[in-house]
């Protein structure tokens, strides 16, 4: 029986992963949830997986939530609450799921507590990869990515050596706009913008599809993930979303990661490794199946991407400056305040004003992120 905490239990990540532990009650047990402000939600989860504890985001989301439960269960809230569900005794598997900057302090801890950590917040390795992965390092916390594109390479990687690597690369679909002109972009609505061919994920991953600045924090992230420099990661788009991701090799052969776009399969992998989980998930039928199509990414039209490989050479503190105000940014979208094409707009200009600050602690990329996102509002209200 594996224990299990998850952070972000309202959220599609984890959803899903409490879908999976519903359906083998025999083999995971929930310890503890935290949610931001869905006290409907995480009502009805505590009802179904009795855990010990959970947090929410404040005071008042608390009492609200006492409110609805019957069940006897330990609340907590802010950002220390979220620590003590990722540091809870009992959870043998961390799901980190929280969205954005807010997602760090709690996947570090439960990092430093040696947890083995189901990692699908991509702003925790974005913002502060070095810091975590040496402290991975000395508590021997284990690390499984979730998103498909890095569990893609995980696997791909297995029983092979680091060195007989050539490049690692991930797979984007594209999102709802790949092919339209910058002009046809700049109308972009946001109902227009929230809506993926493929995957089925919330507004700020949604809108970072869109904009493939979730592919500019991918490649960030892989780097730490799997300890190899941007100059080694490459992206192509595959509108399919078929290939989640593959590994080239130094003797030219590469190995392919191939499933049907659904994040069951990567969550499953994640909580029940090192072994596969037998899911109900439609196979691939290759009779049937269509041409598989890649190409480059346009970095005129999504230069999102092309600014998170920038972020890599412009400084430690560059990739937290890049993920907050893209947060900011994406949430301006999102509330109408600004357009499509000014969300990677006000993330460069960010950038661009960004001094060089030093990264050595947490406490170090929270200030930059505070900074960041600061910084970012003020350029938005200047429009």
Known sequence: MKNIAILGS??????????????????????????????????????????KLVSVADAQKAQELRSMVKRRVRIVTGAQGAIECATHPDADIVVAAMVGAAGLPPTHAAVCAGKQVALANKETLVIAGGIVMQEARRSKAVIIPV??????????????????????????????????SSVQMSKVTVERALKHPNWSMGPKISIDSATMMNKGLEVIEAR????????????????????????EFHDSSVIAQMGPPDMRSPISFALNYPDRLAMDIPRLDFSRLMTLTFEPP??????????????????????????????????AFLNRKIGFLDIPR??????????????NTIADVLAVDHWARARARELIGRR
Request: aromatic share 6%; hydrophobic share 45%.
């Open 147 to 180: 998103d498909s594109e890095h569990s893609a390479v995980f696997q791909a990687l297995r029983g092979e050596k680091k060195k007989s690597v050539r490049r690692l690369i991930l797979t984007a679909s594209g999102g709802p706009f790949l092919g339209m």
């Open 346 to 359: 006000m993330v460069e200009k960010t950038l661009n004003e960004s001094p060089n600050f030093p990264v």
């Open 298 to 331: 346009d970095l005129t039209r999504f230069p999102c991407l092309a600014l998170a490989y920038q972020a890599t050479q412009a400084g430690p503190s560059a990739p937290a400056v890049l993920s907050a105000a893209n947060e900011v940014a994406v949430e």
């Open 10 to 51: 309202t959220g599609s990540i984890g959803e899903n992963a409490l879908n999976i532990i519903e359906s083998e009650p025999d083999r995971f047990r929930v310890v503890a949830l935290a949610a931001r402000t869905n006290v409907e939600k995480l009502a009805a989860q505590i009802e179904k997986f009795h855990p």
């Open 224 to 247: 730490w993930l799997f300890n190899m420099p941007p100059s080694m990661i490459e992206v192509v788009v595959h509108p399919q979303s078929i290939v989640h991701s593959m590994v």
